[in-house]
Every structure is written in structure tokens, then in C-alpha cells.
């Protein structure tokens, strides 16, 4: 009879931390958008008359589910009225909506709410997305990035979308099932 191979605890120790460099590369892929910052995003579960929270540093957006995005307080470069290019989550430019609001309104100026489609086909689980909108006329140039105040910060910054395929819950399950079928490969192999 062939003798079992014990597992020691340098191996284990080295199993475990591959496991863990893994999990936390797949976790740590973001895209990255080169574009001017301005306006700060909103966005609501469908359907609407859902509440808009803002979008801080990243909001979590479920892969298969719809949206309602709404960017406030656009830049002064943009007027009420005029026409803008949307393109959230690298769907394309085909998107285009109206300034609505007033300096002073409580909104500032803003497009919006949009639909918005969080498509398992086009997105990447653990990827990060902006919200990105660009004058249709071509004034003001490039484009722009909606921003999300950080909390407790004045100052814009952050504002993406983190697409997950699902809540906190299932990923912490799958994290906990890989290092459970370690400690019970580690087990039925010691001598």
C-alpha cells in the first residue's frame, strides 16, 4: 500500500498566502479614465422613484441589474438646455440627454436620471467603470468624468462604479469555501 504524503505547515502557510495574493489581484483590477473631473454622480436601484445615494469613492452596481444615473453640478461650461453625450461603463457614445437645472438649484445643473443597464456581457466582475459625458456640439472640449465627494470631503473625487456579481455575502462565501477545502485537504492527507 502507497504510504500518503503529509502536508507540513510550510506548505500549508505557502498554499495559504497564494490563495490570498489571488484574491486580492482579481480584487484590485480598476480602469482607469483619462478626462477632465467635473459634475458628481447619483445613482438608484430601478425602478424609479427609487432614492439616489451619491456615488462616493465607488458605488456597488450588480452585475444583470438596472439603473438610474444622474450627474449634478456639471462644470459652468455646459448651459441648460444643451445637448450631451453620455457613455457610463464603456457603453458608448450613443447616449445623449439635456442639461437640465440653474446655477442655484438645489442640483446645480445636471442629465438625467438615464437608465442604465449593468451588462454581464460587456462589464468584468471586480472591474471599476467611470460615468462619462462630453458636450455634443464639441464646446466645452474632451470629455469629463463624473466625480463623487468622498465622505467628509469638500472636494470631489472618486465617483466609480464597481461592478460585482453580487453582494459582499456571496463573495465572502466563496473566500471561506476555498480556504475550508484547504484545512480539509490538509486534514485527510496528514499521517
Known sequence: ????RRVGKRELASSIFLISII????????????AKKGGIAYVAPFPPGTEFSEVGKEALVVLGEWYNVEVRFLPCDFTVGEDVKVNIAEDGWTR???VQGSETGPKGKYIGPMLWYCDPELLEYCNTYTIKYKAKDG?????YVAQGAIQGE?????GHLHAI????????MAILSLFSGLGVYSKFFKK
Request: proline share 8%; net charge neutral.
Open 23 to 34: 484574491c486580492i489581484s482579481l480584487t484590485s483590477i480598476i480602469a482607469i479614465a483619462h
Open 154 to 158: 469638500t472636494v470631489p473625487g472618486g
Open 139 to 143: 464646446s466645452p472640449t474632451g470629455d
Open 96 to 98: 445623449t440627454v439635456q
Open 1 to 4: 500500500m502507497k504510504a500518503r
Open 165 to 172: 456579481p453580487e453582494y459582499a455575502f456571496g463573495t465572502a
